[in-house]
């Protein structure tokens, strides 16, 4: 059975899976038909500004990395 590794993400770990989330956010809402394809990718990174407004830095998250042998997985956790 493979090890599962959690670690801390880096910070360019964490701008890739930032430009990532927000482009398949984006996608999403183009394919349920609530955004247009033109204005998508900006209301995209709006939603993500709020959620995280320091992005990396944003007080109270945490941001993990999931190591498997031939994948990583990418996790965002948000404490009170």
Request: proline share 4%; with cysteine; charged share 20%.
């Amino acid at each position: 059975m493979p090890q599962l590794v959690v670690r801390e993400m880096t910070r360019s770990e964490f701008d890739e899976w930032r430009n990532s989330a927000i482009s398949a956010f984006a996608d999403e809402q183009i394919a349920a038909g609530t955004w247009t394809a033109e204005e998508a990718a900006g209301l995209a990174a709006q939603d993500n500004a709020v959620l995280l407004p320091d992005g990396f830095a944003t007080t109270g998250m945490l941001f993990l990395r999931g190591v498997l042998p031939g994948g990583t997985r990418s996790v965002w956790c948000g404490s009170a």
